[in-house]
Each structure stands twice: as structure tokens, then as C-alpha cells.
């Protein structure tokens, strides 16, 4: 039954994808092109690599099944050629049954790949999962142009040149499966478009697992990213999965990467090249299909001179680096998200409260040097102190720090409320630079993130 639904499937949707059989073994090509033209693909041959050559640079394919062995070549020399735009599956063919062939090939790019003589089931549910997997993105370009179209990306908000472009750039990468390194200062919103990326990608019903680098102790992290046995340390009494099995078949995002210890970089980028983990205290290599996002608010060209990010790292992460522009280099936005974050709570609390006449002209003369974030915080709180109608001074006053500093602290405060008070205004001040507010507080970073964490918690 499941074969005959498969290949109904198959003569239902395949007639749209156009596909390339390389191979230079007459009888193998003919009887796969046959086979192919059964289950209503549209196919062209080539039997060596500048036949191919010639073939892809008069025609997109959806698909490129290539013999590894040719006569002026290896195959895979495709994948390295084939642009990026254009997003041809490639599916290698091997004469060779050895494990390391194939694995040497899904390295180099390969989307699948087939044995010599070829196993009628095999090669059907390769054809399955291509026809799903083209079906799929060309839903998501489908909805990605919508979106983009209506100033929308997901939960991010925005109009400008500046944002209107990074959709486009979004849109192409989301269905692939690059790392994207996503840097942009604190408060513009980084995770969200790490979630737009996953949401907007194949693997989007599997998990996406966030790690925030920086909240988690140099002791632990290696036992958060990798797992661990039971009695592989002290207090480790039960088998731990860590965040990368935990993101097995979706996409994991490493947030502040660069407040990873350098040690620990290592391990990752080996993780990352090899698709395998070892938990500690264990000996078994397991296998993990995870794309990586990763983010910092640092340039990484600094990170890396300060010793803080290694090269070879970032280059692994950075397949498509994404810069996201702070809100004084969207002109148009603030207006856009001050209206958007006022609608929000009022639908989240059955309100009616408007903006002033002149409240929006007010918030778009601002700097907003924390951003999105600090936009957010203002209108909620401009929202907070309005009855019927939002006025712009009460977002502002406390935002831009106008207010005297005595404010933040008064007389009769409880304890934690003064904590929290002091913590925020100093973040405030260094623009959410929360290693620098840990070094004027004279707490440890941990210690600063595990009380946001809290705060933040309470919001809930």
C-alpha cells in the first residue's frame, strides 16, 4: 500500500521537476531515465562533465543525478560548480559500496545518494523525499514573498530598505541548509530571526533548541552541548542528552557564541564538520542532524583578534553571515513598530488605548540605542501609564535615561526591587553590553543572567 501511495505521489506532482542523469555507463543511463520518465519526470542526459557543464548553463535543473566516475572526472566536481541561487539537489551515483564513499560525498553537499546496480525501493523513496522537499520549498517561497510583501518575517516587523533587503537575504538561505552567523547589536532582535530562519526552512517541524552561551558556567557547558553518562563526574546520577540531540533533525541556535570558551570552540567546530558527538564519560560517536545558527552582538573580526572567537570557527558558522541594522539605520520602522507593540497589548488585554497626535513624530526623533528592545520596553510602558490615549513622554522619559538618576532607586524600596533597579539602569547605561555591566556591578556575567532570567521570568 505504501508503495502504490508513493508512486501515485509521485505522478501526481514530479511532472513539474526537471532532472539531469550524468553518467558516460549507456545501458545504466538509458534504463534510469527510463525509469525517471515512468514516474512523470522530465529528464536529460550527459555522459561527462562538459556535457553537464553545457547542459546546466542553458537550463536551472530541480535536480542533478551524477555518477561519481566519469571520463574527465569526478561528479562531485558539480556540486562545487552548481550556484547558489539556483538550488539544484544533487544525488551522486557510485559504483563504489564502500561506507566512506557516501559519507564523502553527502560532505561535499550531496543531497542523497545512490548504489550501482541501483535498488528499485531505494531509488523510489529517494525520488519520494526529492519531489517532498522541492514541494516544500517552493511553498515557502510562496509564503516568504507573501511576507515579505507585507513588511512581515515571521514576528519581525519592518519596512525599511534596510529590512526589506535582509527579508530577501532570509528568504534565500532559510530553505537551505548553510549556518548563518546572525550579528547585530543587543536589542535588534537576533533570536527572532534565528526562529524566521527555522520556521521558514524544511526542518521546521523539528525543534529548534536555543542556548544562550553566556548564561551557562564554563563547568557545564560541555555537558550541556554534548550530554553526558551517568557517573561521568560528580552528580551526574542519570544519562544526560544534550542540546544537540535534543535538536537532532532541527536547527540549533548558539547565542553569544563568542562567550564560549575557546576550548570548547574546538569540540564544536569538530561536531559541526563531522555531524557526530561523543557525550562525556562515553565512548560511542552519535550521530546528530542539526543545522547551526549562531549570533553575536560583537564584530567578529574583534572577537577574533581579542582571542574570543576562533577563525576557523567562525568561518565553519559563517556560510552566510547576516549583519542586522539597528533601529537608527531603519527609518520608517519606529513608526511601524511603535504602532505594532501598541496593538499588541492591546489585544493582549481587550484595550483600546491610541497613540497621541504627536507621539509617534516623537519617538521616531529618538536615537534608540538599545533598539527593538528598548522601543518595546517604551511603548509598554507609555501604555502602562495611559488611560485612553498613549502619549510619547511617558515612553521616552525613562528610555533615553532623561529621567534623574535618583529615580531609579527610591526610598522604600524593597531589597530585590533596588537589585533589579540598579541592574537594569547599568545596563541601561552601557547600551546592554551585559559584560560590561557585570564588570561595573562587580558581579560575575553568570550571576547577571541568572538574574534577567528571573525578571524576565516574572514577566510571564
Request: charged share 30%.
Amino acid at each position: 500500500m505504501a508503495r502504490s501511495n508513493t508512486t501515485t505521489l509521485h505522478r501526481r506532482t514530479s511532472s513539474k521537476l526537471e532532472l539531469l542523469v550524468v553518467d558516460d555507463d549507456r545501458d545504466f543511463a538509458e534504463s534510469l531515465l527510463g525509469a525517471l520518465r515512468s514516474q512523470g519526470f522530465v529528464v536529460a542526459a550527459a555522459d561527462s562533465l562538459a556535457t553537464a557543464r553545457a547542459a546546466l548553463a542553458q537550463k536551472n535543473f530541480d535536480a542533478i543525478l551524477v555518477d561519481r566516475t566519469l571520463p574527465d572526472g569526478d561528479g562531485v566536481e558539480l556540486l562545487r560548480e552548481r550556484p547558489r541561487e539556483h538550488d539544484t539537489d544533487v544525488i551522486v551515483i557510485t559504483g563504489n559500496t564502500s561506507v566512506d564513499s557516501a559519507v564523502d560525498a553527502l560532505k561535499q553537499g550531496a543531497n542523497d545518494y545512490l548504489t550501482k546496480p541501483l535498488d528499485p525501493a531505494r531509488l523510489e523513496s529517494t525520488l519520494a523525499h526529492l519531489v517532498r522537499t522541492r514541494a516544500l520549498k517552493t511553498e515557502l517561497q510562496e509564503l516568504r514573498s507573501e511576507l515579505v510583501a507585507r513588511g512581515r518575517f515571521g514576528a519581525i516587523v519592518g519596512e525599511s530598505p534596510a529590512m526589506r533587503a535582509l527579508f530577501e537575504e532570509i528568504a534565500r538561505v532559510a530553505p537551505t541548509e548553510a549556518s548563518v552567523f546572525i550579528q547585530g547589536e543587543s536589542g535588534t532582535g537576533k533570536e527572532l530571526f534565528a526562529e524566521a530562519i527555522h520556521a521558514n526552512s524544511p526542518r521546521r517541524d523539528h525543534p529548534l533548541v536555543p542556548v544562550n552561551c553566556g548564561a551557562i558556567s564554563e563547568t557545564l557547558i560541555a555537558s550541556e552541548l554534548f550530554g553526558h553518562e551517568r557517573g561521568s563526574f560528580t552528580g551526574a546520577e542519570r544519562q544526560h542528552r544534550g542540546f544537540f540531540e535534543r535538536a537532532d533533525g532541527g536547527t540549533l541556535f548558539l547565542d553569544e557564541v563568542t562567550e564560549m570558551p575557546a576550548r570548547l570552540q574546538v569540540n564544536l567546530l569538530r561536531v559541526i564538520e563531522t555531524g557526530m558527538i561523543q557525550r562525556i564519560g562515553g565512548t560511542d560517536q552519535i550521530p546528530v542532524d542539526v543545522r547551526v545558527l549562531a549570533a553575536t552582538n560583537r564584530p567578529p573580526e574583534e572577537a577574533i583578534r581579542a582571542g574570543r572567537l576562533r577563525e576557523d570557527l567562525y568561518f565553519r558558522l559563517a556560510v552566510f553571515p547576516i549583519i542586522v541594522p539597528p533601529l537608527r539605520d531603519r527609518r520608517g520602522d519606529v513608526a511601524l513598530l511603535a504602532r505594532h507593540f501598541l496593538a499588541q497589548l492591546n489585544d493582549a488585554h481587550d484595550e483600546r488605548k491610541e497613540w497621541a497626535p504627536d507621539a509617534i513624530a516623537e519617538l521616531e526623533k529618538r536615537e534608540w540605542k538599545g533598539n527593538v528592545r528598548e522601543l518595546k520596553n517604551a511603548v509598554h510602558r507609555a501604555w502602562i501609564m495611559a488611560d485612553t490615549t498613549v502619549e510619547a513622554d511617558k515612553a521616552v522619559a525613562v528610555a533615553v535615561g532623561e529621567a534623574p538618576a535618583a529615580t531609579a532607586v527610591q526610598a522604600g524600596m524593597s531589597i530585590d526591587d533596588t537589585v533589579r533597579a540598579l541592574i537594569l539602569a547599568t545596563l541601561e547605561q552601557v547600551d546592554g553590553d551585559k559584560r560590561e555591566a557585570a564588570k561595573r556591578l562587580g558581579i560575575s556575567l553568570k550571576t547577571l543572567y541568572n538574574r534577567l532570567n528571573v525578571y524576565n521570568a516574572a514577566k510571564r
